[in-house]
């Protein structure tokens, strides 16, 4: 069974950081993209961060841009979530996702979803 197990999460103040690992237990996704979603209390999932297999194309979200940073190391099958200056409103469930096409993560539709990581920030 494929599995996804993000970590990293946690309580952090306003402006500082945090970084979010997705391990995959599956070697083969070292060949797909992968991304980042979150999902704050009473609203819906939204993507954040996409990254295709050699990690040369990365997509995010306008409001992350410039202070996240979405890298991979396909040799440990993990992706990464650098988040720098955070702020109160990025306070949500953090989940990585998979598939074989950067634009279907990007859409919001990936095929493989992983369990998520609270991330909450204080002002």
């Known amino acids: 069974q494929v599995q996804l197990l993000a970590s990293g999460g946690g309580l952090v103040q306003a402006g500082g950081s945090l970084r979010l690992s997705c391990a995959a237990s599956?070697?083969?996704?070292?060949?797909?993209?992968m991304g980042w979603f979150r999902q704050a209390p009473g609203k819906e999932r939204e993507f954040v961060a996409a990254t295709s297999w050699s990690g040369g194309i990365t997509y995010y979200a306008d409001s992350v841009e410039g202070r996240f940073t979405i890298s991979r190391d396909n040799a440990k099958n993990t992706l990464y979530l650098q988040m720098n200056s955070l702020k109160p409103e990025d306070t949500a469930v953090y989940s990585c996702a998979v598939d074989q096409y950067i634009e279907t993560l990007y859409s919001g539709s990936p095929h493989y979803w992983g369990q998520g990581t609270q991330v909450t920030v204080s002002s």
């Open positions: 599956e070697r083969a996704f070292s060949s797909y993209a």
